[in-house]
C-alpha cells in the first residue's frame, strides 16, 4: 500500500493507534469493504494543476459497478500525491 496517501496509511495499516499489530483478516475485511467504495476503473477525462494542488476530471466505476463521474482534487505533500475533496456522481448500472 505504498502508493496511497494518509488516508490508505490509516485503512491498512499493520498496527492499530495502541501499536498492537491488527489481525490479517480484519486487514482484508477493510481492503474488501474499501474496495466497494474506491474507483475501481477510471479514465482521465481532464483536469488542471498549478503548484502542489490537482483538479482531476473522472469518469468511472467503482468497485460495486456504479457509474461515478465528476471531480477528485488531489494534494502533493512531500513528494506524495493523495485524494483530497472530491465532487462525484454515482449513477447506479443498467
Avoid: C
Amino acid at each position: 500500500m505504498k502508493l496511497g496517501g494518509m488516508r490508505t496509511k490509516i485503512l491498512y495499516r499493520e498496527k492499530d493507534s495502541d501499536g498492537k499489530p491488527r489481525p490479517p483478516q480484519l486487514r482484508q475485511f477493510t481492503l474488501r469493504g474499501q474496495f466497494l467504495q474506491d474507483l475501481a476503473d477510471v479514465n482521465v477525462l481532464g483536469g488542471y494543476a498549478l503548484d502542489d494542488a490537482a483538479a482531476i476530471i473522472v469518469d468511472g466505476h467503482d468497485g460495486s459497478g456504479w457509474i461515478v463521474r465528476g471531480i477528485v482534487m488531489m494534494q502533493k505533500r512531500n513528494g506524495t500525491w493523495s485524494e483530497g475533496a472530491h465532487q462525484t456522481i454515482e449513477i447506479p448500472p443498467g
